[in-house]
């Protein structure tokens, strides 16, 4: 079961997303700041023009965040992810986690200075 809460974890969480957008060159599966296992993924998805949501959560300790904002110009949604499928908790985007992975991974790679754009 996904937890969610308002323990600070999912605060913990929202680094890793600060981190990215402020042009750290992070590779996933990251380390978990919760339970500090290597199994954090970050995603991403455009839903209209700049707005969309993120998601970021640990396959082993279960915690996520999820949220609504202005999505960064260079992010690419993933051609695999369809937008019906996304929901609050990141259960489907665990079942694709490794094609995530690649696929952030690939535009780490490409963005050499990630600009903030929130």
Known sequence: ?????????????????????????????????VCKTKNVHLYYNRFS???GGNWVWCSNCKYYAHSHQLIPEWWI???????????????????DKEDIDIHVNKIVR?????????
């Open 1 to 33: 079961m996904w937890k969610s809460d308002d323990t600070g974890n999912e605060e913990l969480l929202q680094t890793i997303i600060d981190k990215f957008e402020n042009g750290n060159k992070l590779h996933f599966p990251e380390h978990c700041p």
């Open 49 to 51: 023009g700049h707005r």
């Open 110 to 118: 490409l963005v050499t200075a990630i600009p903030v754009n929130r």
């Open 77 to 95: 949604n993933c051609d695999s992810i369809p937008l019906e499928n996304l929901c609050h908790e990141p259960t489907f985007l665990e079942q």
